[in-house]
């Protein structure tokens, strides 16, 4: 059964701080002390925890239904197999999507890589026909953005690089959000793909998605969405978005690692050249040549990560259940208050938007004469995890005059009393490494 869609429940208020208390009971990792002190968990831009909803799911698939999918007749096999294909299609709704436009994959890094591998396919010579939309080649242009991951960038680069085609980026302001008229001018008419993330996950910054796509379609271009921090965060419509392609991690969204999904329009996804090849994806194979199968199997070569799909399913439901756009109200306020609150510490520099404009629930900044290592070590002996580095966006950093910063993340069991003890937390953070 597919559960609730109606693009993805309540547009009622925000959950608030009761509600999450109810909420954190169904988290058991939540519920430990670390140095002493009652874990607060910030990290979950990183990695989000489990309810005991989806480790249920996870182990009871294992316990009643373990089998290999699309291989056999009997009985096992034929609930694993129904088990994963229902999987396939909650997950599929959760994102707006038809279930055969929904590939699985270990994560969004995966998803990404197949999508600039499968393009490399279609650049080569002896390419089928159909894939010649997907060919690159001297002069043609991808578009990225100065904010994105590296795994929504390093694939375009490998890919360019082979195929002597050029990467382009538009740049990022000063204010943490992209440069609109240099967009305009860089999405141009050798412009064939354009890839941006839906929301940084080291500004916060949510980017105009409409915008974006609006130019790339005026030139042609497919576009690619990185959602791998809007699908746990916001109401996502892949169709009404009006995306090419678009990843996700099952791990930023309440299920285990290990599991992710690529969205395609079904027409592209047929007519793109398999990534992956041998067993399960092929119609017929002699000893000369094979024939593949439709989409979503053609790029599901080998056994599948079938209880880690059934779990994130079952992460897909309790986020509908709770209410996806109460989650993002939720966590608006939780930014905010994030926002402000280190913008009034001195010595503190926050990126990405200002407090009072739009954000998802996180934030990065810098302690003034303190490196973000030894921040994150002191905010751990007070029992509180987030996360330190250049979050795999070294350009970015660079870009803002940094190598290193620390962020905080919120998710649906986050309270404001979190938040508080945090900010208290980094207040103190200067006059303990400079007395």
């Not at 905010?379 to 660079?398: E, K, N, T, W, Y």
């Not at 905080?408 to 200067?430: C, E, H, I, P």
């Amino acid at each position: 059964m597919v559960a609730i869609p109606a693009h993805l429940r309540s547009s009622a208020a925000a959950i608030g701080n009761d509600e999450v208390l109810r909420i954190r009971n169904d988290f058991p990792i939540l519920q430990q002390t670390v140095n002493g002190r009652p874990l607060i968990y910030l990290d979950s831009g990183a990695t989000s925890q489990n309810p005991v909803s989806v480790l249920e799911a996870e182990q009871e698939f294992y316990e009643q239904r373990n089998s290999a999918v699309h291989r056999g007749a009997h009985h096992l096999a034929v609930e694993a197999t129904e088990a994963f294909e229902d999987a396939r299609e909650t997950v599929a709704a959760f994102i707006g999507a038809a279930d055969d436009e929904l590939v699985w994959t270990s994560n969004a890094t995966e998803g990404l890589n197949l999508l600039s591998y499968s393009f490399l396919n279609a650049s080569l010579p002896g390419a089928a026909p159909e894939a010649a939309r997907f060919a690159l080649s001297e002069g043609d242009e991808v578009v990225v953005t100065e904010m994105e991951h590296h795994a929504n960038l390093i694939p375009w680069q490998q890919l360019t690089e082979r195929t002597g085609a050029s990467l382009k980026f538009i740049p990022v302001g000063d204010h943490g959000t992209l440069d609109l008229d240099a967009a305009a001018r860089i999405i141009g008419p050798r412009t064939r793909i354009v890839a941006f993330t839906h929301a940084s996950n080291v500004l916060g910054t949510i980017n105009p998605v409409e915008t974006l796509v609006g130019l790339a379609r005026a030139v042609g271009a497919l576009v690619v969405l990185d959602a791998c921090q809007s699908a746990p965060h916001l109401p996502l419509d892949v169709k009404a978005l009006d995306v090419d392609f678009a990843v996700f991690s099952g791990h930023k969204m309440l299920a285990p690692t290990g599991i992710g999904g690529l969205y395609g329009r079904a027409e592209l996804l047929n007519a793109m050249p398999p990534f992956l090849t041998g067993g399960s994806m092929i119609t017929t194979v002699t000893m000369d040549r094979a024939e593949f199968l439709p989409s979503p199997q053609r790029f599901e070569a080998g056994t599948q990560r079938i209880s880690q799909a059934v779990a994130l399913a079952a992460a897909a439901n309790y986020l509908s259940e709770t209410g996806i756009a109460r989650i993002h109200a939720w966590e608006a306020e939780l930014g905010q208050r994030l926002v402000e609150g280190l913008e009034a510490i001195p010595g503190i520099r926050v990126l990405g938007p200002a407090a009072g404009q739009e954000r998802i629930g996180l934030a990065a900044f810098d302690v003034a004469g303190v490196h973000a290592h030894d921040v994150g070590q002191f905010l751990d002996s007070r029992g509180i995890a987030v996360r330190v580095g250049h979050h795999c966006a070294q350009p970015l950093h660079r870009r803002l005059g940094l190598t290193a910063t620390t962020r905080a993340s919120t998710y649906l069991y986050n309270t404001t009393d979190d938040v508080d003890a945090f900010l208290d937390a980094v207040a103190g953070v200067r006059g303990y490494f400079q007395a």
